[in-house]
């Protein structure tokens, strides 16, 4: 008599979700990578688009800020890139660029301030899909 093993229909689903997390995380670092570099773009090419606000607490040259938008910008997206191939590391510095790009777009708040909450939102977004994707399941 052959006997199978019992199959656990949600154990299969737990590897197809934890990549979709992963996809979503590459599609949402890209976006925003894309959308970072362009705003560098424009800050460096002509930085009297942004408003100015003189009595924030966070002063910096928006010419300084469009280098570092566009070089993060940049780095995210070379990221999502190694997201989309599922690379473990991609998926921990993912973490940490998306990071480093909510504090600069906190800090450039006041210079255009719904480009910079919705990038937050989105950079939001993709540490928590990177973060909840369990270890070992980028592979399956």
């Not at 890209?30 to 560098?40: N, P, V």
């Not at 800020?65 to 070089?71: A, D, S, Y």
């Not at 991609?90 to 708040?109: D, E, K, T």
Request: with cysteine; hydrophobic share 60%; aromatic share 12%.
């Amino acid at each position: 008599m052959a006997t199978t093993a019992p199959h656990d229909h949600r154990s299969a689903g737990v590897p197809a979700a934890a990549t979709g997390l992963t996809f979503f995380a590459a599609v949402m670092l890209a976006i925003a990578g894309i959308l970072d570099l362009f705003r560098g773009i424009m800050a460096i090419a002509q930085d009297d688009v942004f408003v100015r606000t003189p009595n924030y607490v966070f002063k910096f040259d928006l010419t300084s800020w469009g280098w570092i938008q566009l070089v993060l910008g940049a780095i995210a997206i070379l990221v999502s890139i190694g997201l989309f191939a599922a690379a473990t590391w991609a998926r921990v510095v993912g973490v940490g660029i998306a990071a480093l790009l909510i504090i600069a777009n906190f800090l450039s708040i006041p210079y255009y301030p719904v480009w910079s909450l919705t990038l937050i939102a989105l950079y939001g977004f993709t540490i928590w899909a990177l973060c909840v994707v369990k270890p070992g399941s980028l592979n399956d």
